[in-house]
């Protein structure tokens, strides 16, 4: 058995997401890795599109920002921000990849800060482009460690729209109808959305997880899959061409 940490599964996780001849907004790290490992294995015609600008770059290696010029590397675009954010609105983007500090059981999303807001206890850069990115690209994905403080209901701040507060709600406040968070992959499981409440549901745990282990590291009551699934674990495949070629100065696989 091929040994990995949990970043390098959750970014092998992340990759299989994206299919072939699909539309991505990816910012640096994580979701950046991931979007390179699926072009590099099962999805050799995945668009990969930054919001600075770059349009289907086949990227030579790790980018340390959305505007590094790697990120136009033999693209078929070198375009500008307003003219990504215009290629979302117009729902040509299939998937986009979003962090943040806290993340609540609709899939909403705080960036923003800690706190009171005219007195944070910390205060984080804010939107950039997450917003314009969760509302009008079709699916939304976020790879993020899991834990109380990050999974809660109790969120400070709305910086991107999840499912607001339920089914419908996006929708009556004026956002396109069929689009959303799709998945989070934590460092424990894999989730999607439950399509009647639009609440978090676990679809499958990694191995050597339970589901106390996931409960007890969330602050909010899950939903669970009626088929729970186990997470396929990194081919030794994925983990040869994630080391050597997407990240071999282990930027973002060595911080776990």
Avoid at 61 to 89: H, N
Avoid at 99 to 114: E, F, P, W
Avoid at 149 to 156: A, V, Y
Wanted: proline fraction near 6%; glycine fraction near 10%; charged fraction near 20%.
């Amino acid at each position: 058995m091929v040994e990995y940490n949990r970043m390098e599964l959750m970014i092998c996780l992340a990759s299989r997401y994206l299919e072939d001849g699909s539309t991505v907004v990816v910012g640096t790290g994580a979701p950046c890795a991931a979007a390179m490992l699926a072009q590099k294995t099962s999805a050799p015609n995945l668009m990969i599109m930054f919001e600075a600008g770059g349009v289907g770059p086949l990227l030579p290696s790790m980018p340390i920002s959305v505007g590094d010029s790697r990120t136009f590397y033999k693209g078929l675009l070198a375009s500008s921000m307003p003219e990504i954010m215009e290629t979302c609105q117009r729902g040509m983007v299939d998937y986009t990849f979003l962090g943040g500090a806290q993340i609540d059981m609709y899939g909403n999303i705080n960036s923003t800060l800690i706190g009171e807001y005219d007195r944070p206890k910390v205060r984080f850069p804010g939107s950039g482009g997450a917003n314009d990115l969760a509302s009008l690209c079709w699916r939304t994905m976020m790879i993020t460690p899991q834990d109380k403080s990050r999974f809660t209901n109790n969120i400070d701040f709305i910086t991107t729209p999840g499912y607001l507060t339920g089914k419908g709600s996006r929708e009556a406040a004026g956002l396109p109808a069929g689009c959303g968070p799709y998945k989070i992959i934590t460092d424990l499981a894999v989730m999607g959305f439950d399509e009647e409440t639009k609440r978090m549901r676990v679809e499958s745990l990694h191995p050597g997880v339970t589901r106390e282990d996931v409960i007890n590291n969330t602050g909010f009551e899950l939903l669970w899959a009626e088929e729970l699934g186990s997470s396929e674990p990194p081919t030794e495949q994925e983990l040869t061409i994630l080391r050597n070629e997407v990240d071999p100065l282990r930027y973002i696989i060595g911080r776990a």
